[in-house]
Nanobody
């Protein structure tokens, strides 16, 4: 198991930026793909971005492509999500998640592929 703690959320105006962090502890962080998901009020949780264990492969939801960047620092056991050009529709609770399969080259985009989740951090974008 891995324990995940997100931080960096907050209130920002449309067009602004935020960087989310996800600190991991427990099993070897560097061996596992990681993902970011989000859940807006009264909506289902959805995929945002994912990154392979090495950081060499990434994937993004169409809604955030070109605006968000996922990255990781395996030495610091930390996952990041840089969010630029934020829109009100990006308002949601953002969760990081860890893939249980080691050394996955192509990161998964489905929630069921991840077995450990953080508690979430709120991002609110005002218009």
């Amino acid at each position: 198991q891995v324990q995940l703690v997100e931080s960096g959320g907050g209130l920002v105006q449309a067009g602004g930026s935020l960087r989310l962090s996800c600190a991991a502890s427990g099993r070897t962080f560097s061996s596992y793909a990681m993902g970011w998901f989000r859940q807006a009020p009264e909506k289902e949780r959805e995929f945002v971005a994912a990154i392979s264990w090495s950081g060499g492969s990434t994937d993004y939801a169409n809604s955030v492509k070109g605006r968000f960047t996922i990255s990781r620092d395996n030495a610091k056991k930390t996952l990041y999500l840089q969010m630029n050009s934020l829109k009100p529709e990006d308002t949601a609770v953002y969760y990081c998640a860890a893939d249980p399969k080691r050394f996955r080259v192509v990161p998964e985009t489905t929630q069921s592929s991840y077995d450990d989740w953080g508690q979430g951090t709120q991002v609110t974008v005002s218009s």
